[in-house]
């Protein structure tokens, strides 16, 4: 029983499976058509009844009326099952559902990445009369595959001017207008973007959607702009009132994730960014079809991995985003994240060659999202050995970044030059952007800039310690060993040999890659048997444990823990204990 109905199921699924595959066609046809008829005459109260009752229309080869389809594909959509909406959404079309039909099926088919596809169902229907809302609608969704799919703004934005010109009821000019604000921040026009949507939140005649849309510009696009804090109450605002507009817009649920990811990414909040992207794979599914956002979704897994130093993990999570295959300038970019992790990784002949395929499908239409290209350009050129061009691009994308007053993308790459070296020549901004952006990763960036720029060891070894706190080893491996180099130079070979300890601790938790500022580090070199005990020293093992465990005398033990505490600079265990914690298990091995 299930309320007032009493439900009747197969024992087994696959009995259902092998009744059908043995029942001739027509026999097929009339028994789904008796299905839609009892479920009909039920009522079809439920949600799950209206998707049923399509589906089984759909399957009698009876299809009269395009009303159940239509309804169906929209729960479907609804529920991300792209691969259902999509199959109703052109049955729908076929049976007549008209602008209705194609506006629903377009939205599906350009989220999954078939934007030929979307064009011509928008296009076989676009000189057929329709009211003014469906007028609109039909415009926004054209221009919006237009530009994001196709790649051809001048049309899109045509599109919209010319709907905008025949629309006299002001919620659906607002519409329209709210559909070009999203083109325009793709583009990365966020500032007047985000301005012009918090007058439309204020003001009067907006629609239920046209409110989802505009929030959903301000949550997505004012992270860029160093907004984080205002962009999480946009999410939270969106997120409050999603009953209201879900079912109309369920691809703005994805759009809102992105915008919380990156408000926590570039906070400084690693396990926030992570529990966004869990976020986002439950809303859609484990085997959804919208391989899009799937693969956005594990991109973004493998940048919060690569920032945390976990680089084995990074390559292989987003070489799995890239498996799966779609338009050219979105798999673009994870290919781009792979590059940066294979870079790293110290392949650079891999490197290079992802490089050019993500550089082959770069498009000034999608800038913003694209600006990962640019960061993983210039470590690519960064690890190939070529540092002063690293730089000279780290500088090129923060001027471009800062005519946009893009802060976010700005910040990432002044910081960059100073991880290259470069930090006297960006300090002065990069302490001014930060003083604009929001979070504690802006505030370590600035000070990592200040004290690399002066020299300070100690401020270096502070920063690196923040960097630990925030979960990013690589960067604190990499402060340690600027910090050393300081130390070094302001003669102050023990605090040096520390530092380069620790650089070298955290550096090994990544896997030990060869970053430019690691490159130069003049560590102390353990012997593959010192790391391995003082590794376990650290971890808390006795001498006599250890010595069991690696089949070795105590004084063995014993006489290789001294010349560990000797090269490092330390005490004794607790001084290497405290040396060695970095916070992240070392990377396995493939």
């Given at each position: 029983?299930?309320?007032?109905?009493?439900?009747?199921?197969?024992?087994?699924p696959?009995?259902g499976?092998?009744?059908?595959?043995?029942?001739?066609?027509?026999?097929?046809?009339?028994?789904y058509?008796?299905?839609?008829?009892?479920?009909?005459a039920?009522g079809?109260?439920?949600?799950?009844?209206?998707?049923?009752?399509?589906?089984?229309?759909?399957?009698?080869?009876?299809?009269k009326?395009?009303?159940?389809?239509?309804?169906?594909?929209?729960?479907?959509?609804?529920?991300?099952?792209?691969?259902?909406?999509t199959?109703?959404?052109?049955?729908?079309?076929?049976?007549?559902?008209?602008?209705r039909a194609?506006?629903?099926?377009?939205d599906?088919?350009?989220f999954?990445e078939?934007?030929?596809d979307?064009?011509?169902?928008?296009?076989?229907?676009?000189?057929?009369?329709?009211?003014?809302?469906?007028?609109?609608?039909?415009?926004?969704?054209r221009a919006?595959?237009?530009?994001f799919?196709?790649?051809?703004?001048a049309?899109?934005?045509?599109?919209?001017?010319?709907?905008e010109?025949?629309?006299?009821?002001?919620?659906?000019?607002?519409?329209?207008?709210?559909?070009?604000?999203?083109?325009?921040?793709?583009?990365?026009e966020?500032?007047e973007?985000?301005r012009?949507?918090?007058e439309?939140?204020?003001?009067?005649?907006?629609?239920?959607?046209?409110?989802?849309?505009?929030l959903?510009?301000?949550?997505?696009?004012?992270p860029?702009?160093?907004?984080c804090?205002?962009?999480?109450?946009?999410?939270?605002?969106?997120?409050?009132?999603?009953?209201?507009?879900?079912d109309?817009?369920?691809?703005?649920?994805?759009?809102?994730?992105?915008?919380?990811?990156?408000?926590?990414?570039?906070?400084?909040?690693?396990?926030?960014?992570?529990?966004a992207?869990?976020?986002?794979?439950?809303?859609?599914?484990?085997?959804?079809a919208?391989?899009?956002?799937?693969r956005?979704?594990?991109q973004?897994h493998?940048?919060?991995?690569?920032?945390?130093g976990r680089?084995?993990?990074?390559?292989?999570?987003?070489?799995?985003?890239?498996?799966?295959?779609?338009?050219?300038?979105?798999?673009?970019?994870?290919?781009?994240?792979?590059?940066?992790?294979?870079?790293l990784?110290?392949?650079?002949?891999?490197?290079?060659?992802?490089?050019?395929?993500?550089?082959?499908?770069?498009?000034?239409?999608?800038?913003?999202?694209?600006?990962?290209?640019?960061?993983?350009?210039?470590?690519?050129?960064?690890?190939?050995?070529?540092?002063p061009?690293?730089?000279?691009l780290?500088?090129?994308?923060?001027?471009?970044?800062?005519?946009?007053?893009?802060?976010?993308?700005?910040?990432?790459?002044?910081?960059?030059?100073?991880?290259?070296?470069a930090?006297?020549?960006v300090?002065?901004?990069?302490?001014?952007v930060?003083?604009?952006?929001?979070?504690?990763?802006?505030t370590v960036?600035?000070?990592?800039?200040t004290?690399?720029?002066?020299?300070?060891?100690?401020?270096?070894?502070?920063?690196?310690?923040s960097?630990?706190?925030?979960?990013?080893?690589?960067?604190?491996?990499e402060?340690?060993?600027?910090?050393?180099?300081?130390?070094r130079?302001?003669g102050?070979p023990?605090?040096?040999?520390?530092?380069?300890?620790?650089?070298?601790?955290?550096?090994?938790a990544?896997?030990?890659?060869?970053?430019?500022?690691?490159?130069?580090l003049?560590?102390?070199?353990?012997?593959?048997?010192?790391?391995?005990?003082?590794?376990?020293?650290?971890?808390?093992?006795?001498?006599?444990?250890?010595?069991?465990?690696?089949?070795?005398?105590?004084?063995?033990v014993?006489?290789?823990l001294?010349?560990?505490?000797?090269?490092?600079?330390v005490?004794?265990?607790t001084?290497?204990?405290?040396?060695?914690?970095?916070d992240?298990?070392?990377?396995?091995?493939?």
């Amino acid at each position: 029983m299930d309320g007032r109905r009493t439900l009747v199921r197969l024992a087994h699924p696959l009995y259902g499976e092998a009744i059908r595959a043995g029942s001739p066609l027509l026999r097929t046809r009339r028994r789904y058509r008796q299905l839609a008829e009892a479920l009909e005459a039920a009522g079809a109260r439920r949600r799950d009844d209206v998707v049923r009752l399509a589906v089984w229309r759909l399957e009698s080869g009876a299809v009269k009326d395009p009303a159940p389809l239509l309804s169906g594909c929209a729960i479907a959509w609804a529920a991300h099952d792209a691969t259902l909406a999509t199959r109703l959404g052109w049955a729908a079309l076929k049976a007549g559902g008209g602008a209705r039909a194609a506006i629903l099926l377009s939205d599906v088919l350009s989220f999954s990445e078939a934007f030929t596809d979307s064009e011509a169902a928008l296009t076989s229907v676009w000189n057929e009369p329709c009211g003014p809302d469906l007028r609109a609608q039909l415009a926004m969704q054209r221009a919006w595959n237009l530009n994001f799919g196709l790649r051809r703004p001048a049309e899109a934005d045509a599109v919209l001017d010319a709907a905008e010109a025949m629309l006299d009821d002001p919620s659906l000019r607002q519409l329209v207008e709210a559909m070009r604000l999203n083109l325009r921040v793709l583009r990365g026009e966020v500032h007047e973007c985000a301005r012009i949507a918090y007058e439309m939140l204020e003001g009067e005649h907006l629609s239920v959607v046209g409110e989802a849309m505009a929030l959903g510009i301000t949550a997505y696009g004012l992270p860029y702009t160093g907004r984080c804090d205002e962009a999480r109450r946009m999410f939270l605002r969106a997120r409050a009132v999603e009953a209201s507009w879900h079912d109309a817009a369920p691809s703005e649920v994805l759009k809102l994730i992105a915008g919380n990811y990156l408000s926590e990414l570039l906070s400084g909040d690693l396990d926030a960014a992570g529990r966004a992207v869990l976020q986002g794979q439950e809303v859609l599914g484990d085997d959804s079809a919208l391989r899009l956002f799937r693969r956005i979704f594990l991109q973004w897994h493998g940048e919060i991995a690569r920032m945390r130093g976990r680089l084995a993990e990074a390559a292989r999570v987003t070489k799995e985003a890239t498996t799966l295959a779609g338009a050219g300038h979105f798999t673009a970019l994870a290919v781009a994240e792979l590059a940066h992790c294979t870079a790293l990784l110290g392949d650079q002949a891999g490197a290079r060659a992802l490089m050019a395929e993500a550089e082959r499908d770069r498009t000034e239409v999608l800038y913003l999202l694209q600006t990962s290209i640019d960061s993983a350009q210039r470590w690519v050129t960064a690890m190939g050995g070529r540092l002063p061009r690293a730089v000279q691009l780290a500088l090129e994308h923060a001027d471009r970044a800062h005519s946009h007053d893009l802060l976010g993308i700005e910040l990432v790459a002044l910081h960059d030059a100073v991880r290259f070296g470069a930090a006297r020549r960006v300090v002065s901004r990069l302490v001014e952007v930060a003083r604009r952006h929001d979070g504690v990763l802006a505030t370590v960036y600035a000070a990592h800039a200040t004290a690399a720029a002066s020299g300070d060891g100690e401020e270096l070894d502070q920063v690196a310690g923040s960097y630990r706190q925030l979960g990013m080893i690589l960067h604190a491996a990499e402060a340690y060993a600027q910090a050393s180099a300081a130390h070094r130079a302001r003669g102050r070979p023990q605090q040096g040999r520390t530092s380069a300890a620790r650089a070298s601790a955290c550096a090994a938790a990544c896997g030990d890659p060869r970053t430019p500022a690691l490159a130069r580090l003049q560590g102390p070199v353990l012997t593959p048997r010192e790391r391995e005990i003082a590794r376990l020293a650290a971890a808390g093992l006795a001498s006599k444990e250890i010595a069991a465990r690696l089949v070795l005398s105590i004084r063995t033990v014993d006489n290789h823990l001294q010349s560990v505490y000797g090269k490092l600079g330390v005490n004794g265990r607790t001084e290497l204990t405290e040396l060695l914690d970095t916070d992240s298990p070392p990377e396995e091995e493939d």
